[in-house]
Nanobody, 119 residues
Framework: QVQLVESGGGLVQPGGSLRLSCAASGVSFSVYVMRWYRQAPGKQRELVAVISRGENTNYADSVKDRFTISRDNTKNTVYLQMNSLKPEDTAVYYC?????????????WGQGTQVTVSS
């Protein structure tokens, strides 16, 4: 059974930092491309950051230079270090694991973790 379990969310003041973790089980973690998405109330889910199997990374413009995605294949875990947080970063953050394309695609989601940036 595949599971992605996020942790590390919470309430933080503007300018603060949080580190999200997503622990995977039941998958060959190292072969999956890992992504963090977020969804704010009343908005569509948006891609925040992605890290490939070779640890190439890419970020949404809104978080570039503030967020860092990383992975530890020995721990089957992907991280999202979030610095200089802004109120507009408030959202539920979801971890996603994906491999393959088209009909061969496998994708899995975590349950989400709430991040609230407020004074």
């Amino acid at each position: 059974q595949v599971q992605l379990v996020e942790s590390g969310g919470g309430l933080v003041q503007p300018g603060g930092s949080l580190r999200l973790s997503c622990a995977a089980s039941g998958v060959s973690f190292s072969v999956y491309v890992m992504r963090w998405y977020r969804q704010a109330p009343g908005k569509q889910r948006e891609l925040v950051a992605v890290i490939s199997r070779g640890e190439n990374t890419n970020y949404a413009d809104s978080v570039k230079d503030r967020f860092t995605i990383s992975r530890d294949n020995t721990k089957n875990t992907v991280y999202l270090q979030m610095n200089s947080l802004k109120p507009e970063d408030t959202a539920v953050y979801y971890c996603n694991a994906r491999r393959g394309v088209g009909t061969a695609e496998l994708t899995y989601w975590g349950q989400g973790t709430q991040v609230t940036v407020s004074s």
